[in-house]
């Protein structure tokens, strides 16, 4: 996860509670979001081997963050996919205000994973 996440987040794992994702696993990060340190708390709601894992947020930044990654075959390779649903904290004062760069950020760090793993496995993008 380190690896294909952007450097300007300076993300960091900080404990996990198994070496491999499984559901129940706890993950702790730490990252700074535009100079903001922050702590992240993760928990592996659900997981499926080969074929997905949703981690929620426990703490963060985030009032809400559930994220679904899929992995569905397709022809020889696998087809990788995220579905992120998010609520900004501090009701619609948060959506009014954040919003518009939190979305911006979002979509800059899927991009970032998208090249890096074509890049990194020799990838077509779809």
Same mark, same amino acid.
């Given at each position: 996860?380190?690896?294909?996440?952007?450097p300007?987040?300076?993300?960091?794992?900080?404990?996990?509670? @198994?070496?491999?994702?499984?559901?129940g /696993? !706890?993950?702790? %990060? &730490?990252?700074?979001? +535009?100079?903001i340190?922050?702590?992240?708390?993760?928990?592996?709601?659900?997981?499926?081997?080969? @074929?997905?894992?949703?981690?929620?947020? /426990? !703490?963060?930044? %985030? &009032?809400?963050?559930? +994220?679904?990654?899929?992995?569905?075959?397709?022809?020889?390779?696998?087809?990788?996919?995220?579905?992120?649903?998010?609520?900004?904290?501090?009701?619609?004062?948060?959506?009014?205000?954040?919003?518009?760069?939190?979305k911006?950020?979002?979509?800059?760090?899927?991009?970032?994973?998208?090249?890096?793993?074509?890049?990194?496995?020799?990838?077509?993008?779809m």
């Open positions: 996860l380190e690896e294909i996440t952007p300007f987040l300076n993300f960091k794992v900080e404990t996990t509670t @198994s070496k491999v994702v499984a559901k /696993t !706890k993950i702790t %990060y &730490k990252l700074k979001l +535009h100079g340190p922050l702590k992240w708390h993760t928990t592996i709601e659900d997981f499926a081997a080969n @074929s997905f894992f949703i981690d929620n947020q /426990t !703490k963060g930044p %985030y &009032k809400r963050w559930h +994220h679904t990654h899929t992995f569905t075959p397709l022809n020889k390779g696998t087809l990788l996919g995220d579905r992120v649903l998010y609520r900004l904290p501090f009701g619609w004062l948060g959506r009014c205000v954040a919003h518009f760069y939190v911006k950020d979002v979509q800059k760090i899927f991009s970032y994973r998208t090249q890096t793993l074509k890049k990194r496995f020799h990838l077509r993008q």
